[in-house]
């Protein structure tokens, strides 16, 4: 039966209608499944194949062959997401990838894109990728307002920052993001990510359900404001050894305390809380420094990621080159997230093999965006484009003052040596000794972070 043209104009008017009210509602997946193909397909053809013949000859990346014959690289495929478009070319005749890397800046300019990069496929195959937009550039990150009291922290959502549709951006300590690595070169920002995440479970902090464990082996430079709130604290390399024997001693003894007691997870609370182990330079402890130091702490880093997810063990390492040497167990983070980075090689080391062909160019985020960062979590192929909100001095001595209120968080207190040679604890009080009058405990119900409701979380 022949459709008449009505019938069709009819059918691709309610196909335009409910694509546009689709992004309309929902932009982020959208651009997902739609978005990205239509607009590749899109620029495709409006834009890149209709001006490349003029292009690559204005820049120089035409040549002949021996009869005189123009000889001219093939566009054969656009992808594109939000904030790239990767454009596929077989090279001409006789060229290489090096020709194109030296007419980057001439082609960036021509397709009037922000930034550009270039790749190699496979031989004679190159992808040039252009920036078109930068969508940090408007949006201000709000510091997400700081929860109450632990009623109000979900471990499956603790909101960092913003992605680049504008979504509120969480990790999951619960579940998803059981340990993550932070890469990105200094200034890039990954004080804010770390702070943020620090904010979001302020309550349970205070209350003494989450346990902060941190090693900041640069003397303290990120994290001695912190000290106070902190269950531990170590700003050597030696001592951050130690704390991560405390740490691994301690997460072994509930391990083997609740396999006997016949539990397979543990529900955070004062008697098992979530460890959380920050170490804010993990070259520091893995590759610079001693042998003995490195070797030992190495050994048991691997082992607090393998070990101790069920009985509430969890590791965020950072570190400015995530290089084979520096975590050569980076397999063991589930979620790993790449800020600004030196290389180009190292957006895969951080975030994976093929991350950087996917859209991660980590290495491309300007300098003037401190915070932004690819995120690369378990069960999604594609990586995120996050930005973290940044939390001020001011903002950490107010979470500082908070957590601590309390009096729930072991306070650090140093070690002095007595006259005998023998060194003691001057702060160190029994706690038996007190009645706990229940005081200083949020008020809260019992809830199972760890095993319970798979309810989907929001961002798929
Ligand atoms: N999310 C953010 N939003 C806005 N500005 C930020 C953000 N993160 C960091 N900055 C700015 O960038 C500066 C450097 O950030 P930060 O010290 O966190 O980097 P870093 O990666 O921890 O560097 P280093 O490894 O040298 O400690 C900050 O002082 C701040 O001014």
């Known amino acids: 039966m022949m459709l008449g043209y009505q019938t069709v104009l009819l059918a691709a008017g309610i196909a335009v209608l409910a694509g546009a009210s689709w992004r309309l509602l929902d932009a982020p997946t ?15 053809w409006a834009i890149y194949q ?20 123009a000889l001219v690289p093939k566009l054969v495929a656009v992808r594109s997401s939000w904030v790239w478009d990767s ?16 007419a980057l800046d001439r082609l960036a300019n021509s397709f009037k894109a922000r930034a550009a990069s270039i790749r190699v496929l496979k031989p004679g195959k190159i992808a040039l990728d252009f920036q078109r937009r930068e969508p940090f550039d408007e949006m201000p990150i709000p510091l997400p307002a700081m929860p109450e009291s632990i009623a109000g922290v979900d471990l499956r959502k603790l909101e960092i920052g913003r992605d680049e549709f504008g979504r509120p951006f969480s990790l999951d300590l619960a579940k998803r993001d059981l340990h993550v690595l932070l890469a990105g070169e200094s200034g890039a920002g990954k004080g804010s990510w770390l702070w943020s995440l620090l904010r979001a479970l302020a309550p349970m902090i205070r209350a003494g359900h989450v346990r902060l464990w941190v090693i900041d082996p640069k003397g303290g430079m990120e994290f001695g404001s912190g000290r106070e709130m902190f269950h531990d604290f170590a700003d050597g390399d030696r001592d951050g050894l130690r704390l991560m024997r405390k740490y691994v ?10 396999g006997r007691q016949g539990i397979r997870t543990a529900t955070p609370s004062r008697e098992t809380p979530l460890d959380v182990l920050i170490c804010d330079e993990l070259a520091a402890m893995t590759a610079y420094t001693d042998r003995d130091i490195r070797v030992e702490f190495h050994q048991l880093l691997s082992k607090a990621l393998t070990q101790y997810r069920a009985v509430g063990g969890r590791i965020i390492g950072a570190t400015q080159e995530p290089t084979k040497d520096v975590v050569p167990m980076r397999g063991l983070f589930p979620t790993k997230i790449s800020l600004r980075v030196d290389a180009a090689s190292y957006v895969d080391m951080c975030l994976g093999e093929g991350m950087r062909d996917l ?22 192929k594609e990586p995120r484009r996050v930005r973290a ?33 023998t060194s003691s604890n001057p702060y160190e009080v029994d706690f038996e000794d007190f009645e706990d009058d229940g ?8 809830v199972e972070y760890f095993e319970g409701d798979d309810e989907e979380e929001d961002i798929a």
């Not at 005081?439 to 019992?446: G, M």
Request: glycine share 8%.
């Open 30 to 44: 959208f651009d997902r499944f739609a978005g990205r193909l239509l607009r590749a397909w899109w620029r495709r």
């Open 439 to 446: 005081q200083n405990v949020d008020e809260v119900e019992e």
């Open 249 to 258: 001693a301690t997460l072994d003894e509930r391990k083997f305390e609740l």
């Open 359 to 380: 859209g991660a160019f980590a290495d491309k985020i300007p300098a003037y965006l401190p915070g932004v960062a690819y995120a690369k979590t378990d069960g999604r």
């Open 87 to 102: 454009l596929h070319i077989r090279m001409a005749k006789g060229q290489t990838a090096e020709d194109y890397g030296q």
């Open 389 to 421: 909100a940044f939390t001020t001095d001011d903002d950490i001595a107010e979470l500082v003052a908070f957590c601590t209120e309390l009096g729930n968080v072991t306070p650090i207190r140093p070690e002095i040596e007595l006259p005998d040679g």
């Open 50 to 69: 209709r001006q490349w013949l003029r292009v690559v000859s204005a820049c120089g990346l035409s040549t002949t062959d021996h009869h005189g014959e």
